[in-house]
């Protein structure tokens, strides 16, 4: 089956390598396997299946293990896998990521006591910039399986 859907990055080089630019500013200076952890909420969140396949790849060729992957989706009641930051960051993720109802104070408070201002705005960009792949690579019908940097 063949997409029938425009290349993004090819149709909108500029925008792309914008965003390009934008994600690697977000990740600057976060710990990398936050960083994974984050999007693949989100990419789970979005059901965008094409980023969750990447990331949680992307997470395995980091160490992250197997055992955490599987409680990324039910982190809430799996806490004990997660640690005090990371649990902030993934509160955080579902809050900005289900923005519908705002970011409840509680939660924004919790991110803000586990990172300091920089790493806090590094993490909202993450997230912005996680969203707004998900979002392209739903909207363009990307296929789980077929980035070339991720061997099934």
């Known amino acids: 089956m063949t997409n029938s859907r425009i290349n993004f990055a ?5 925008a792309f390598k914008a965003l390009i630019g934008f994600d690697a500013a977000a990740r600057a200076g976060l710990d990398p396997a936050l960083v994974e952890l984050v999007q693949i909420r989100a990419s789970q969140l979005n ?24 409680m990324v989706a039910v982190w809430h009641e799996a806490q004990t896998f997660f640690s005090e930051r990371e649990r902030a960051a993934l509160a955080l993720t579902e809050a900005v990521t289900l923005i519908s109802g705002g970011v409840p104070e509680e939660v924004y ?40 940097r991720v061997a099934r």
């Open 47 to 70: 059901r965008c299946a094409y980023c969750l396949h990447l990331h949680t790849s992307d997470a395995r060729k980091a160490g992250e293990t197997e055992e955490r992957l599987h």
């Open 109 to 148: 408070r919790e991110a803000a006591a586990r990172f300091d201002d920089q790493e806090l705005a590094q993490l909202l960009a993450l997230i912005f910039t996680i969203n707004t792949w998900n979002r392209i690579a739903i909207a363009t019908a990307k296929v789980p399986g077929t980035d070339e």
């Open 10 to 14: 090819k149709a909108a080089p500029k």
